[in-house]
């Protein structure tokens, strides 16, 4: 159990007006007591109350997990005995009866919202996600470490990749040997399904790998979307690379997304706001006449999630402080011809900003 983050808690929670925070598995979960549980059919809840010890309602067969845990109530069910029982202990003992209980929106089932209810009664249920993102956004030496590993093992399988490509290997073969690559460098895991996509399929941001053969008769782009997880902390970057003769305003897209991202980075600096670096970018794509065709947001918060605040969007106000880690991902989309997208991992510093990514954003033909 993290000592410190507690204490951080408990005052974020009073500030935001709760009695109680609850948290399921996850990333909140991990960031907060070091637990790494899965999400699943058994019903697992900690509770955080100031002023008491937080609270666990377990399965047995997790309990080893726990082991070790100073000051922690641990409510245990078993199987047989099901979880009903365990979270009215629980309630009772933490007197959750007509309070405040904040809950991860994007995370708790009908199932533990159901029993919160059930076991407190007259308390309401608040959406409270917040609180501990105030906590997560800013990253210290620790984290930033992990985050620059796994930006290093996720740019050397690129590398890898790149030099056993060919021509007519399909983006699945590519994608499949991209996940190897990431495994042999070190990294822990993927940090999602990496996104490989060549010629027409590269407009579509979110594609999946096809048995579409890249480059096989004509010349195209070819992207990739990739990112590991290190200790619990991800990468998420993206390079596009030509492959043969392509057209002038294909070359002519590929400056302005690198252009903007370079505008993006520059714009990061403690003070600015989320909007401004969002804009940055936006206005160099739009001067190129392709606002049209920069379909999403600048950026998001990364860290333990792939996807987390601070998201980098026009009309977000959030004012950057040192610690905040975050993509830049610009991006042109021509559908039914191509698309570019070049995405930096950075880190804000007392002085602007810090590429954790490193890997080459120029015109680089492969093949």
Known sequence: MKTVRIEKLGKEIQSHGLDCLTLVPGANLFYITGLSLRLSDRPTVAFFRPGQPPALVLPYLEAGNAAGMPDVQLFLWSDEQGYQDAFQRACAALDLAGSQI?????????????????????????????????????????????????AKLAQAALSAVLEQFRPGMTEREVASLLKLSILEAGSDDVSFNPIVSAGPNSANPHAHPTDRPVAEHS???????????????????????????????????????????????????????????????????IA?????????????????????????VAGNETVLVPGMTFTIEPGIYLPGRGGVRIEDDVVVTKEGCESLTTFTRDWTPIG
């Open 102 to 150: 904040g809950v991860e929106a994007f995370a708790m089932r009908v199932v533990e919202a159901r029993l919160l209810e059930r076991n407190a009664p007259g308390s309401h249920i608040i959406p409270a996600d917040g609180v501990i993102s105030t906590l997560r956004m800013h990253k210290d030496a620790a984290e930033l470490d992990r985050m620059r590993r796994a």
């Open 219 to 285: 010349a195209e782009f070819l992207l990739f979307d990739w990112g590991v997880y290190v200790e619990g902390y991800a990468s998420d970057i993206t390079r596009t690379f030509p492959i043969g003769e392509m057209e002038p305003e294909m070359r002519r897209i590929y400056q302005l997304v690198r252009d903007a991202n370079a505008a993006a980075q520059a714009t990061v600096r403690p003070g600015a706001t989320c909007d401004q670096v969002d804009r940055a970018a936006r206005r160099v794509i």
């Open 288 to 312: 190129g006449g392709y606002g049209d065709r920069f379909i999403h947001r600048t950026g998001h918060g990364l860290g333990l999630e792939v996807h987390e605040p601070p998201f980098i």
